[in-house]
């Protein structure tokens, strides 16, 4: 009676392993890349959504045009000029706007939540994400292929 396997049995089972391997850790890595991409699409579409909505509730004006950042307009609240919204303002009777997101999410290819308003264009990787002031465009700094 026989115990355990031989030498020729365990290389086979360790080359099949192998074979396995080489075949499915490329496609997880693909997946996660995918992963990725979808997400960083999804927060674009979202804080798109949301500059918009502070464009119409402050008169065709976009966030970071007027006194408040781009972070204390989305993230806090605001009068309808775009002035960061304080108790003063609640006591002269004006209604405030905002907030519109509870914080700039970090981008999932480089873990950054910065935003960098304007200058040179996206994909250079030195913030999380771009924000174009003259258009309203909110982009990924990370090179998305």
Not at 35 to 46: D, H
């Amino acid at each position: 009676m026989r115990r355990g396997y031989t030498i020729t049995e365990f290389c086979i089972v360790a080359a099949v392993l192998m074979a396995i391997s080489i075949v499915i850790l490329p496609e997880l890595g693909r997946a996660s890349m995918d992963s990725r991409k979808s997400q960083t699409l999804s927060i674009i579409q979202n804080i798109q959504n949301q500059i918009d909505l502070y464009k119409h509730d402050h008169n065709g004006v976009l966030p970071s045009q007027n006194q408040s950042t781009f972070e204390q307009a989305l993230c806090g609240k605001t009068d309808r000029f775009g002035a960061v919204f304080t108790t003063k303002l609640v006591n002269m009777g004006l209604k405030n706007c905002g907030p519109y997101i509870t914080h700039i999410p970090a981008n999932p290819f480089n873990g950054d939540n910065s935003v960098r308003i304007d200058g040179e264009l996206a994909g250079n990787n030195t913030n999380g994400w771009r924000f174009d002031s003259t258009t309203g465009f909110f982009e990924s700094d990370f090179p998305i292929k």
